[in-house]
């Protein structure tokens, strides 16, 4: 049932595992290690369910694996915490062939891969993302990335990981909330550009929800898929990769906007979409058959169909911080139809507005 695929992006192209058990597998680890010792970046949470057996597993591979342990949460994304890697780094005078583990969620890995990215200018790293959102998306791609108080993910790198390991079983621990989380980021793959996947999920989202885990890796597998060939196309985002954050513009204004952590990222995810879509559809590309569909999928995964009371105002200021404004002028990912996503400047913001008011509280 384990499975292979290859992010291709010539010398730095790198292998995603995905499956059960992964994580007690020294032979999928060990070719990694250009120096036989290893930073493991975790949280508190993490820590005392997966970090003892990772180490082991190293230790089996004949690496020495140190440790940093950081506080969990969104709220934690910061340059304070950024700075605990570099002094765990440089207090166990970590080198540049030293390996840097991230062992965790999106905050995790992002944090973890900034920091790999910076540390003398670049050491290895390898992600073993441990929640549904960061196996199907933030652990592939290279963003890396902290947050700013005026706007998400604003101070980061592109840098690429050496490894994926994505074991499915850690997500047996995944609180109910997390796991919907992740599943935003799963619908996202089939509204912008794979609608056999978006009917997949339409039939098999209550085994999703109930972990089943065939169903998880088929579902994990192919949104990979689609990460993997979209990041292969365009590293750096200079086009397509922009499609990958379909509902984010406005779902990032949801979480500086609430305050970091208030509303998890897929759940701003979901909302944004949700915008996103009623946008495309007064653009008149959406019908209102296929909004109500997408609508339908996501409170089937159970996650918030309506963004909060900020005012369409505040939502467009904080919108403004977006990295796909380009010359002061706001792109947004929207979509033509189901499975066909596009970036376009077309909306003005009174449309924006309009969106906004139709498809969150207080509007
Ligand atoms: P997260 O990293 O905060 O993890 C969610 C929670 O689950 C945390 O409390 C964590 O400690 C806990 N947890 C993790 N694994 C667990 C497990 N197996 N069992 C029990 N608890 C576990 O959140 P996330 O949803 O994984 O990631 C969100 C972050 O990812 C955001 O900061 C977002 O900006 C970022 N992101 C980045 C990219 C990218 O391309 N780099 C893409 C999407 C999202
Ligand atoms: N999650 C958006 C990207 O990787 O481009």
């Known amino acids: 049932m384990n499975q292979t695929l290859n992010v291709a992006l010539g010398e730095r192209s790198y292998p995603i595992h995905i499956g059960t058990g992964l994580l007690a597998d020294p032979a999928l680890i060990q070719p990694f290690f250009k120096q036989r010792k290893a930073l493991i970046v975790t949280n508190e949470t993490i820590a005392p369910l997966y970090l003892d057996r990772l180490r082991s597993t190293l230790e089996t591979a004949g690496i020495s694996a140190l440790s940093v342990v950081l506080p969990d949460g969104e709220a934690f994304k910061t340059w304070e915490t950024l700075n605990q890697i570099f002094d765990a780094l440089l207090a166990s005078h970590c080198e540049r062939n030293t390996t840097l583990v991230a062992l965790g969620g999106g905050v995790i890995g992002d944090m973890g891969g900034f920091a790999a990215a910076c540390y003398q200018r670049g050491m290895p790293f390898i992600q073993v993302p441990t929640t549904l959102l960061s196996q199907v998306d933030s652990s592939v791609g290279g963003k890396t990335a902290i947050n700013h108080p005026l706007g998400k993910n604003m101070i980061g790198a592109f840098y690429q990981p050496r490894l994926v390991l994505a074991d499915i079983s850690t997500l047996d621990t995944l609180p109910n909330r997390e796991l919907k989380a992740g599943l935003a980021e799963v619908i996202k793959y089939g509204l912008i550009r794979d609608p056999e996947f978006f009917s997949w999920l339409e039939g098999n989202m209550p085994r999703l929800l109930a972990r089943d885990r065939e169903a998880l890796i088929y579902a994990v597998h192919r949104s990979c898929q689609n990460k993997a060939d979209v990041v292969a196309a365009d590293e750096r985002e200079t086009g397509e990769r922009a499609l990958l954050n379909l509902g984010h513009t406005f779902g990032h204004a949801i979480e500086t906007g609430m305050g970091y952590g208030v509303w998890l990222h897929g759940e701003a995810v979901s909302a944004g979409t ?90």
């Not at 949700?274 to 590309?285: D, N, V």
């Not at 995964?301 to 939502?315: E, H, M, N, Q």
């Open 274 to 363: 949700l915008i996103a879509a009623e946008l495309s559809m007064h653009l008149g590309w959406l019908t209102a058959d296929d909004c109500a569909r997408i609508e339908r999928i996501f409170k089937a995964a159970d996650l918030p169909v309506r963004g909060p009371a900020l005012g369409a105002a505040r939502y467009i200021e904080l919108m403004r911080h977006d990295k796909k404004v380009q010359d002061g002028k706001m792109r947004l990912v929207l979509l033509k139809s189901i499975g066909q996503g596009v970036i376009s400047d077309i909306a003005t913001e009174a449309q924006m507005a309009e969106a906004i008011q139709a498809r969150c509280d207080g509007g």
